[in-house]
């Protein structure tokens, strides 16, 4: 059975940090791109970044450039997103999702619906 837990999200000051991780359990992180989606109320999901199971290649938002870092441990399973330097526009329930993509076929990371798994999301608040 296929699983990704996100954990890590919390409520947090403009300026501050969090690392988010999300498991995965059912996949290996050899074949599948993961990557983290989020929702803000009344808004639709958008990609924050992915990481590719080929080469490690990452993709940013341009929000989230600069400021978020996205790395993959394959032994663990895990894809943790660090994020600093939060704002409040970062609000949003964070989800990580994963995607399976033959080798050479094209990256469309940014791509909601190529995402196969989604995890149930971990809410991020940062409010003064």
Not at 19 to 24: D, F, G, P
Not at 107 to 116: A, I, M, T, V
Request: charged share 20%; with cysteine; net charge negative.
């Amino acid at each position: 059975q296929v699983q990704l837990v996100e954990s890590g999200g919390g409520l947090v000051q403009p300026g501050g940090s969090l690392r988010l991780s999300c498991a995965v359990r059912g996949l290996t992180l050899d074949y599948w791109d993961i990557a983290w989606f989020r929702q803000a109320p009344g808004k639709e999901r958008e990609a924050v970044s992915c990481i590719s199971s080929s080469d490690d290649s990452t993709y940013y938002s341009e929000s989230a450039k600069g400021r978020f870092s996205i790395s993959r441990d394959v032994a663990k399973n895990t894809v943790v997103l660090q994020m600093n330097n939060l704002k409040p526009e970062d609000t949003a329930i964070y989800y990580c999702g994963a995607d399976y993509r033959p080798l050479g076929s094209p990256w469309h990371p940014d791509r909601g619906d190529e995402y196969d798994y989604w995890g149930q999301g971990t809410q991020v608040t940062v409010s003064a």
